[in-house]
């Protein structure tokens, strides 16, 4: 017969750990996993870098192997979502559907009851999507406008047309390469300074 996992056991019987640890439904090892686990979502919470989180987590566990310190890590997101891993879009979607199959319902019933209802659903409905935006985004809207590149050099400014750069002759970069930077190669280093600045 194989042993259930952690997460398979029902929600009743973790939260049942969780509050009585001395009474606990689950077994020795699931008992020390679980406090395993509920340590790393802790540690989550203040270091969302996972990396961080699993070298605190092994100082804390020193017999604990790099690998089970990660399958505690991916067992602490799935069991307890944290604001850094919560699945928002899901949440919204799920919310929606919950409140459309209950105006669904209450319109079946037909009861003056379903009537609030689906009043109160409908409220909840608008907040749950929000305000229709006076003006939808325009997908195309960088097509729309030129963007530029200034550039000054001596008190001379060049204005770049970033979707033409690409477009432009070998000897006019070679040119422009020479009056930025005196005609020498530019390493990856000094570029990371360029963007940087």
Excluded at 36 to 56: E, G
Excluded at 65 to 73: G, K, M, N, P, V
Excluded at 119 to 144: C, F, S, V, Y
Aim: glycine share 2%; with cysteine; charged share 25%.
């Amino acid at each position: 017969m194989s042993r259930k996992a952690l997460e398979d056991h029902k929600y009743e019987a973790i939260k049942a750990h969780i509050l009585e640890p001395d009474n606990s439904p689950l077994s020795v090892e699931q008992q020390e996993i679980m406090d395993r686990v509920i340590s790393l979502a802790k540690i989550l919470d203040k270091n969302p870098i996972q990396k961080q989180a699993i070298s605190i987590h092994q100082a804390k566990y020193p017999n604990l192997s790099r690998t089970q310190a990660y399958e505690d890590s991916r067992l602490a997101v799935r069991l307890f979502n944290t604001l850094h891993n919560f699945d928002y879009d899901f949440w919204q979607t799920w919310l929606i559907n919950d409140i459309v199959r209950n105006i669904e319902k209450c319109r079946n019933n037909g009861n003056p009851q379903a009537l609030k209802v689906i009043a109160m659903e409908h409220a909840n409905l608008i907040k749950a999507l929000g305000d229709r935006p006076d003006e939808l985004e325009d997908p195309r809207r960088t097509e729309k406008h030129s963007f530029y590149v200034l550039v000054q050099n001596n008190n001379t400014t060049v204005k770049l047309d970033m979707n033409n750069i690409d477009k432009l002759p070998t000897s006019t970069l070679n040119e422009l390469n020479h009056a930025l930077f005196g005609g020498k190669e530019v390493t990856d280093n000094e570029v990371c300074d360029i963007f940087n600045s």
